[in-house]
């Protein structure tokens, strides 16, 4: 619509300023709501957002790219003038195993893999076309809500394959969790990949937005603002009170003191925050809320003088190595943009109980860099330069069995309250792309309640 805020707009409130956020609040201003933004982070972002360098350049603090299949992200950035911002690079994919670096990038790749006999490899390929064959739009995928990758896989590729294989990415993942989750989390993963490749034997090729995030983040955050839009950063919200009859449906409670009335809320934070904002939420969706799982991150980005490896995105299948996967983002964009540094994230996801989560930053160097050793032997504590360590509490979503009759709705039982995080998007996994989707979605779901008379 594009209209401007009026003293007859709706006064919407969100809660939550990273990609989510943003966008809803963006397409609900543009319908004609009275939009307040609350972050309690002092920047805008959340898991996307970037930080200055000492050479000035920007990066993410946790490591980001796109596939060739985010449309809606893609489409948001055309939209807001930085669609020339995008590039397109060819990526590489490696797997760590038993002290070696082998080649992941294609699917001839994975049937040359000399450490599992021919037999075995043979299948690897020929479950990963079969998977890659399954789209989201046939549907074909609910058969695997109904059952575990660790058992599924193990399965079809045999127990010596996915031991070393798909078995220990899992672990490298998912650490004691990785029993539990569900084929279609898998078969996502390797369906998204597939889509970023321009033919079945090719290379695939990665977006990255020049200059970091930060960019998309920045120009959206002033589109908001050209349209009305009250950005608060740094202040977050205590509670939500809940009103029967008023002029207002609720008032939100800052950190600071301040209250907020508004009629409608947009709630895109992990769903247990949600809770404690309302703890008389309705027992059903509370229940729904309360199911759903996170994984916390923990990313440690080495600023080295020289590169780690020749390889972007390391999978590891080495139980030695007490993380998740190395990403060398200067692989995948040229050091030159960073002036000459080496960038290498060292990614870690885990439960919050989780030994690592206590560690201090210099705790964490010594348990977990001198590790790298078995990634290059000549890797040395010398070689790095700064070392920056960002943590996240919910990270990723647990998809578990029959994940899809877990998943709050975004309409909660509260009327005009919404609901719109990570956890709900499914079958896809959380990114970037998916959740410019989800603020989409969620703006176009509250104008339609809104013309129905319902919100």
């Given amino acids: 619509m594009g209209q401007s805020p009026n003293d007859e707009a709706r006064r919407t409130a969100v809660i939550g300023g990273g990609i989510a956020g943003l966008t809803a609040a963006y397409r609900l201003a543009r319908q004609g709501h009275r939009v307040t933004l609350w972050e309690q982070d002092e920047q805008l972002g959340g898991l996307a957002a970037a930080f200055e ?20 992200i893609i489409e948001l950035m055309e939209e807001l003038g930085i ?28 049937i040359r893999l000399p450490f599992i006999p021919v037999v075995d490899r043979v299948r690897l390929g020929l479950i990963t076309l079969y998977l890659q064959r399954i789209s989201t739009s046939s549907g074909g995928w609910k058969r695997f809500e109904r059952v575990t990758a ?3 896989l193990r399965r079809t590729a045999g127990q010596r394959a996915f031991n ?42 990665l977006g990255y937005i020049d200059g970091s995030f930060n960019v998309l983040i920045d120009r959206l955050a002033d589109a908001c603002r050209e349209l009305g839009v009250d950005i608060r950063t740094g202040i977050g919200v205590e509670a939500l009170e809940r009103h029967d009859e008023s002029a ?17 809320v947009v709630a895109t934070i992990p769903s247990p925050l949600i809770m404690r904002l309302i703890p008389d939420m ?60 080496h960038l290498v994230y060292v990614g870690k996801y885990l439960d919050w109980d989780h030994p690592f989560v206590t560690m201090t930053d210099d ?46 709705s975004h309409r909660s039982p509260i009327a005009g309250l919404y609901v719109a995080n990570m956890s709900q998007i499914y079958p896809e996994d959380r990114g970037t792309n998916y959740a410019v989707d989800l603020g989409n979605r969620i703006a176009e779901i509250i104008d339609e309640d809104l013309a129905a008379g319902s919100a």
């Fill in 53 to 72: 360098l000492p050479s000035g350049a920007e990066i993410e603090k946790f490591y980001h790219h796109l596939f060739m299949s985010d449309r809606a």
């Fill in 83 to 110: 669609g020339s911002r995008l590039r397109w690079i060819d990526s590489n994919v490696g797997f760590f195993y038993d002290g070696r670096i082998y080649p992941l990038t294609t699917a001839t790749d994975l």
């Fill in 248 to 264: 207002s449906q609720f008032t939100l409670v800052g950190a600071d003191g301040r209250r907020d009335d508004a009629d409608i």
């Fill in 282 to 341: 309705p027992a059903a969706y509370a229940q729904q809320l309360t199911s759903m799982i996170y994984q916390g991150a923990i990313v440690i980005l080495l600023q080295l003088d020289r590169k780690l490896s020749d390889i972007y995105w390391l999978n590891i299948g080495d139980d030695r190595l007490p993380f998740t996967g190395i990403i060398e983002h200067t692989n995948l964009l040229d050091p030159a943009d960073y002036g000459g540094a």
């Fill in 150 to 152: 660790w058992e599924w």
């Fill in 363 to 408: 705790e964490l160097r010594h348990e977990v860099v001198p590790k790298l050793r078995l990634v290059n032997p000549g890797f040395d504590d010398s070689w790095i330069e700064r070392m920056w360590v960002f943590r996240a509490r919910a990270a990723q979503p647990i998809v578990t069995l029959e994940y899809s009759e877990k998943v709050p």
């Fill in 164 to 205: 070393r294989v798909w078995g220990a990415q899992l672990r490298a993942k998912f650490g004691p969790r990785a029993p539990e989750i569900a084929m279609a989390w898998f078969w996502n993963k390797i369906f998204l990949r597939t889509q970023s490749r321009p033919g079945l034997l090719a290379r695939e090729q």
